[in-house]
């Protein structure tokens, strides 16, 4: 059956362009989060979504980030204005709702120059 | 703040033998605890849950402890085998969800 997807697989950008990243999830996975993974560490929680509207948009580090999902599936994690340090590998998950197990995508690695 | 530790020196153990990987947290109550397996160059695979009031969970070679005095998760592997080689992440999330909060995570290596 279809996992998470997530496109691109990688993204190569120059410093102070903008990139969109998306996100599908399971169909019927009402839950979705954003994290961001550097090497060596664990995935960093960003925003996380219940249905179409952001529950929890605690880990966003600035509002360079910005994040959408709406109808309730899809989502697109954009970010304006990149800088080098945003560079990291950004993985989508999805449960059927918080508390579950979540059900992550292969990841997007965006590298920034 | 909240935090999660989890040993960050490489565990190497020998196939057959059973892996122990600890996960201890600081200032948080979580009401979940999960373990993941991830692989380099992809994304945690779910591998246990464990809710604030189970003491223990077990799946195939797989076992969880959750001790909420201690703030601590023990994650056991028995009979490991090569395969089982890659990084286990602990995650906590809080009451009504949301945000889950991983730590670092733990490479394991099983020699043949």
């Known amino acids: 059956g279809a996992g998470v997807s997530q496109t691109p697989s990688n993204k190569v950008t120059e410093k102070g362009k903008y990139v969109e990243l998306r996100c599908d999830p399971i169909?019927?996975?009402?839950?979705l989060y954003w994290y961001r993974q550097s090497l060596g560490q664990g995935p960093e929680f960003l925003i996380y979504?219940?249905?179409?509207?952001?529950?929890?948009d605690s880990g966003l580090p600035n509002d360079r980030f910005f994040a959408v999902r709406p109808e309730g599936s899809v989502s697109t994690l954009k970010i304006q204005r990149t800088e080098r340090g945003d560079s990291a590998v950004y993985l989508c998950?999805?449960?059927?709702?918080?508390?579950?197990?979540?059900?992550f995508g292969p990841g997007t690695r965006l590298t920034v120059l | 703040s909240q935090k999660i530790e989890q040993n960050s020196e490489a565990l190497n153990i020998q196939e057959g033998k059973t892996a122990t990987l600890t996960c201890n947290y600081t200032?948080?109550?979580?009401?979940?605890l999960q373990w993941y397996r991830q692989d380099p160059g992809r994304g945690p695979v779910f591998l246990l849950l464990i809710r604030e009031n189970e003491k223990e969970k077990r799946k195939e070679r797989l076992k969880v402890t959750f001790d909420t005095t201690l703030k601590q998760s023990l994650f056991h592997i028995t009979a490991s085998q090569p395969a089982d080689s890659a990084t286990y992440l602990c995650a906590l999330e809080g009451t009504g969800g949301f945000k889950t909060i991983f730590g670092a995570g733990t490479r394991l290596f099983v020699k043949a």
């Open positions: 200032n948080y109550s979580p009401a979940y």
């Open positions: 169909s019927g996975h009402t839950a």
């Open positions: 979504f219940q249905g179409t509207g952001a529950a929890d």
């Open positions: 998950a999805s449960s059927l709702k918080d508390g579950n197990e979540q059900f």
